[in-house]
């Protein structure tokens, strides 16, 4: 934390009056009229309260979404409003100087993952995250966004990719991944196609994959054997993350999703796939059209959805008594709350395990396991992503489960933390990993055929 205030102490020393004042219109730019209509409509009823893990966990005033909305607010006000002007204590105004952007910073990258369940509890509909993201955007054209959080965007930026692999491993890895699946599907045909043209599907994938979790690619590819899909993976254009998102820089935001579109244009594929990530199907699906003022003329899906068609056209077959072990879902709010996408995920699983338990609550009202919004970049914040990330950690006990599915690497990555700090002994997988195991292949030896409930 040192290091950050040091760091934050001489950005905000540098900066001038000038480009306080800039920063507000910045601000009031990003925020649009619906934005600043949040910024007015907060009734102070503190509801909102009970629904931020930051709260539950520490109890601080500042982890409540009101107080952090209302420090963002006080910004505003003091400049935009007549009453702020005039009478500024009497309405919670107060100048946007260096005191205040401190504030903004603790706020908006400190003690919110913009993960919006606040406004989903909200009695008048303000969205705190939009806000959020609004002055997260403003930090970061002052410069005031934690150096490491910028550097994931950055390192997207000049190689393509978020963690920056170079073009050499991410074939190499792809071609053991090939010969691996070739093995587990015992099918020498199996195959991870690449910059095949005028493939059906391209498939797209978070850097963790093939750095950390290659398992995940390895099922991925297992359920397209399975499937029969005509698909591939790009040699380059291949990263389906944006930490545009989290930054709030849409210029960025938008440089790094034309990489996905450009792989579409450059393959001729009709569907763009994005694999298990929250924040990468919100940025590909939700934002990337608005950031780049373009509409992609090609269908972009999650593989939930897809591997969800794939059962109900009855490409997949599964073997549920396989895995006899509780089962529960951590639900990614850029892929639910945010996303839309609640029902697939849980369809496939009643069709793939014998025992699957929600959590509660689940679906549109779950919690954050406090990785998203980029935190799990930030390092300056970790003990405090942690102690957020208790509240998911309390749901996961609470169902008994000794699996959690999660279909997003950030969660996983914040999961895979949890699971060690709360000791819940649990494993944690995708989605895809639970298909691959329970797939019922032509080659490959299944249990008792009057056991099998195949789903299809
Ligand atoms: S968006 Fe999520 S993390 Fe941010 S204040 Fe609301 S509930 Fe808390
Ligand atoms: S629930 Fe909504 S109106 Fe009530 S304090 Fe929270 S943000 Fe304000
Ligand atoms: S890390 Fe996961 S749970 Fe958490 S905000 Fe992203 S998508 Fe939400």
Not at 236 to 251: H, I, M, P, Q, V
Request: negative net charge; charged residues 20%; aromatic residues 6%.
């Amino acid at each position: 934390m040192a290091d950050l205030e040091t760091t934050l102490d001489a950005r905000l020393a540098a900066l001038s009056d000038a480009d306080l004042a800039r920063g507000l219109d910045i601000f009031r730019a990003k925020l649009g009229a619906a934005g600043a209509a949040s910024l007015q409509t907060c009734v102070h009823c503190g509801l909102c309260a009970g629904s931020c893990h930051y709260y539950l966990t520490d109890h601080e005033p500042a982890s409540m979404p009101a107080h952090k909305l209302e420090q963002i607010a006080a910004g505003f006000r003091g400049r935009f409003t007549l009453a702020g002007r005039l009478a500024p204590a009497l309405v919670g105004a107060r100048p946007f100087d260096r005191a205040l952007a401190r504030t903004w910073i603790e706020a908006a990258f400190g003690r919110c993952s913009t993960c919006g369940r606040c406004s989903l509890n909200c009695t008048t509909g303000v969205n705190v995250a939009a806000v959020v993201r609004a002055a997260r955007a403003t930090l970061t054209e002052l410069g005031l966004i934690p150096a490491d959080l910028q550097q994931v965007v950055t390192t997207a930026l000049e190689t393509g990719n978020n963690m920056g692999i170079t073009r050499e491993d991410w074939l190499d890895t792809v071609q053991w991944i090939e010969e691996e699946t070739q093995g587990a599907v015992n099918d020498p045909a199996a195959r991870i196609p690449v910059d095949r043209q005028g493939a059906n599907i391209l498939f797209t994938v978070n850097p963790r994959e093939p750095k950390f979790f290659p398992l995940g690619l390895q099922a991925s590819a297992t359920v397209f054997h399975a499937a029969g899909e005509d698909w591939t993976v790009a040699s380059e254009g291949w990263d389906l993350t944006n930490y545009g998102l989290f930054s709030g820089n849409n210029a960025e935001g938008g440089a790094i999703a034309v990489n996905l579109l450009d792989s579409m244009e450059r393959l001729g594929c009709r569907t763009l796939v994005i694999g298990e990530c929250g924040h990468g199907f919100a940025a590909a699906r939700w934002e990337s059209a608005e950031w780049l003022r373009r509409r992609p003329s090609f269908r972009i899906i999650s593989f939930l959805e897809l591997m969800e068609e794939y059962f109900q056209q009855g490409r997949l077959k599964v073997d549920p008594t396989r895995l006899k072990e509780r089962v529960t879902l951590h639900d990614p709010c850029n892929t639910v709350r945010q996303g839309g996408i609640s029902e697939p995920q849980r369809s496939i699983l009643r069709r793939c395990v014998s025992d699957f338990v929600e959590m509660t609550p689940h679906g549109a009202e779950n919690f954050c396991c406090g990785g998203g919004g980029g935190q799990l970049a930030m390092a300056e914040y970790r003990q405090k992503r942690l102690q957020a990330g208790g509240v998911k950690a309390e749901q996961i006990r609470a169902t008994g489960a000794r699996i959690v599915v999660a279909p997003c690497h950030n969660c996983i990555d914040q999961l895979m933390e949890l699971n060690r700090e709360y000791k819940l002994g649990v494993v944690i997988k995708t989605v895809a990993e639970i298909v691959a195991d329970a797939l019922i292949l032509p080659s490959a030896p299944s249990s008792d055929k009057e056991n099998h409930d195949v789903a299809c």
